[in-house]
């Protein structure tokens, strides 16, 4: 490894680990820093590119953060990939392991049950609300809206694998092109 | 009501084994492999309704608490479910599942997308397979919804939440902040429902 690979994956992992712990609510609410850091700052890849590599990591499968390992990926091939992960993933990943474990040592205590109960409709509400803006960014007219309003129904009333609705979504939107 | 202390590993005695560490890790694999649009409703999909490891309600909860860390809300969940059946290596195991599982398919379409991208047809398979992800997160918010089947308090709250980042587009941070308290107040309010809470 060459000394500018290294200076590389320090300040990949010095760009990232702090952007993590910012990113309450995922990886969406920091993307405008992201996008700060990566391309205006640091000039990794340009903006054109950014938004490619978000819409890729948005249509791949996992989750939307992997759009921070494809610019690691772009920045330093195979180990930028990694260590952008890592620097992405690890420090809120010990912070839940922390809250995880606190959770359950308290579980018993009633306010701790309350505050938990109370989180959930917060949580499903913010669940709701990104799916709507997803369904906002894709939206292209008639096709896509029943595309989104059937798979919708489809999840919510029915047990059958959404797999097939995602297959039906990615043909429509070919056969509408 | 239930007074037994509790334990890290078997929070409720009457709960089934931990699944083994392998059918454990090759859960969490389905589920980053198959989590197109949002890896929460594919968790929900493969642990609570194919496998059965956790009941609604708790994967609700950990739903609940993974949203007051920071990071992607999927791999805390992930995170504190693989602590809860196995500890830090099945933290460990999920994380890799759910991560390692996408990352060689996502390197397949970026490099697809580097040589097609311009295409327009590229461009309107992944504008369709998007509208349908988009319709997954939605119908999974309302299926865990409408089984849990929250009081009226407990109903507005999540409501707030939706109308505040949904459609009036608020500061994420500023809605949770101030959703929390009036969340807390709601399930206290209609803490008979949860039936256990006293």
Not at chain 1, 47 to 66: C, E, R, V
Not at chain 1, 79 to 104: K, N, Q, W, Y
Not at chain 1, 108 to 117: D, E, I
């Amino acid at each position: 490894m060459t000394g500018g690979t290294l200076a590389l994956l320090i300040q990949l992992t010095l760009v990232f680990a702090p952007l993590s712990l910012a990113a309450i609510g995922g990886a969406i609410a920091v993307l405008p820093e992201i996008q700060r850091q990566v391309v205006e700052i640091h000039g990794w890849v340009t903006a054109d590119s950014f938004m490619d590599l978000f819409a890729l990591a948005q249509a791949a499968p996992g989750p939307n953060m992997m759009v921070v390992s494809l610019i690691g990926w772009q920045v330093a091939g195979v180990v930028g990939l990694l260590v952008a992960t890592i620097a992405m993933v690890g420090p809120p990943a010990l912070l839940a392991l922390a809250l995880g474990r606190l959770r359950a040592r308290f579980a018993g205590l009633s306010w701790v049950r309350v505050t938990q109960a109370g989180l959930i409709p917060i949580a499903l509400g913010l669940n709701l609300a990104s799916g709507v803006v997803l369904a906002q960014a894709a939206h292209q007219g008639v096709t896509t809206l029943v595309l989104t309003l059937g798979t919708t129904l489809f999840v919510w009333l029915t047990r059958w694998s959404p797999l097939w609705t995602l297959a039906i979504g990615a043909v429509a939107g070919m056969a509408a092109s | 009501m239930r007074h037994a202390a509790p334990d890290r590993d078997r929070p409720d005695p009457s709960a089934p084994p931990p699944p083994p560490r392998l059918a454990f890790f090759l859960a969490y694999l389905q589920v980053g492999l198959s989590g197109f649009g949002g890896a929460n409703a594919w968790m929900r999909r493969v642990i609570v309704e194919e496998r059965g490891w956790l009941t609604e309600q708790e994967f609700a909860e950990y739903l609940g608490v993974s949203q007051i860390l920071p990071g992607p809300n999927a791999l805390n969940c992930a995170v504190m479910i693989g602590d809860r059946f196995h500890g830090t290596v099945g933290a460990v195991l999920a994380l890799l599942g759910i991560l390692g599982g996408p990352l060689v398919p996502l390197l397949g379409i970026a490099g697809i997308y580097a040589q097609f991208g311009s295409e327009p047809m590229v461009a309107a398979t992944l504008k369709g397979l998007a509208a349908a992800a988009a319709g997954m997160t939605i119908g999974t918010a309302l299926k865990i919804s409408t089984r849990l089947r929250p009081g009226l308090a407990l109903t507005a709250v999540g409501v707030c939440a939706f109308v505040g980042i949904g459609l009036l587009r608020l500061p994420l941070l500023a809605v949770v902040l101030a959703l929390t308290p009036l969340g807390i107040l709601a399930a206290w309010w209609s803490a008979p429902w949860r039936g256990s809470v006293q």
